[in-house]
């Protein structure tokens, strides 16, 4: 079935490192969309992209969504330790004539002080 | 304008009883999704509800049930629980119109079976 995917799954980082994302779905997404879960919490609404191509910035964070659609990756620059939690990509995915939003696997993000 | 409520946050139950959860989306949202998080699954989708009918499902048995009320109020119920079912389950809701809607999540419910 189609299945939208993230790597890597964990992330150390020093504080004040850049830290990446990527996002990859087996098939066209007509959108994707972006939440951070923070540790003990429940994931809350980054960003959404809908254009081949595009790029969104969010303050130290840089949202791209592929030319073919079918990948995106989210880069925080100068990580701090805000930045802790598990980033999840989400696209709706066909199923059966209606779609469902599918999320990615996660990244979680651990920031070393 | 009020968010995402979940009741309870904590639930303890053992293999075999049944469970109960509810989620109260944002006013005027119709639609709510359910999905089960583990540490190793990540979000797993449950099903969506939508003007009180399932509109769709994922791969779960059918011991996982929901349904949704006139006030778009939802509950899910799992029958004859399972160790693998302790997970958190969190409810999100929006307007349920289009699928480039962003999602708001409740709080949660954490399921331990024992």
């Known amino acids: 079935g189609q299945q939208v995917m993230q790597i890597p799954q964990y992330q150390h980082v020093q504080e004040g490192e850049d830290f990446t994302t990527y996002c990859n779905s087996s098939t066209t997404l007509s959108n994707i969309q972006w939440y951070k879960q923070r540790p003990g919490g429940h994931p809350v609404f980054l960003i959404q992209l809908v254009k081949s191509g595009e790029v969104k910035k969010q303050k130290r964070l840089t949202f791209q969504f592929g030319e073919a659609k079918k990948n995106s990756s989210l880069h925080i620059t100068a990580t701090q330790t805000t930045d802790v939690g598990t980033y999840f990509c989400a696209g709706p995915v066909d199923s059966g004539g209606y779609q469902k939003v599918t999320f990615g696997t996660g990244t979680k993000l651990q920031v070393i002080p | 304008k009020a968010g995402v409520t979940q009741t309870p946050r904590y639930l303890i139950k053992t293999r075999g009883q049944q469970v109960t959860l509810s989620c109260s989306p944002i006013?005027?949202?119709?639609?709510v999704s359910w999905y089960q998080q583990t540490p190793g699954q990540g979000l797993q989708f449950l099903f969506e509800y939508f003007s009180e009918t399932q509109r769709n499902k994922g791969n779960f048995p059918g011991r996982f049930s929901g349904r949704q009320f006139s006030n778009s109020r939802s509950e899910m119920n799992v029958s004859t629980l399972e160790l693998g079912d302790s997970a958190l389950y969190l409810c999100a809701s929006s307007l349920g119109l289009t699928w480039d809607e962003k999602l708001f999540f409740g709080s949660g419910t954490q399921l331990s079976v024992l």
């Open positions: 006013s005027g949202h119709r639609s």
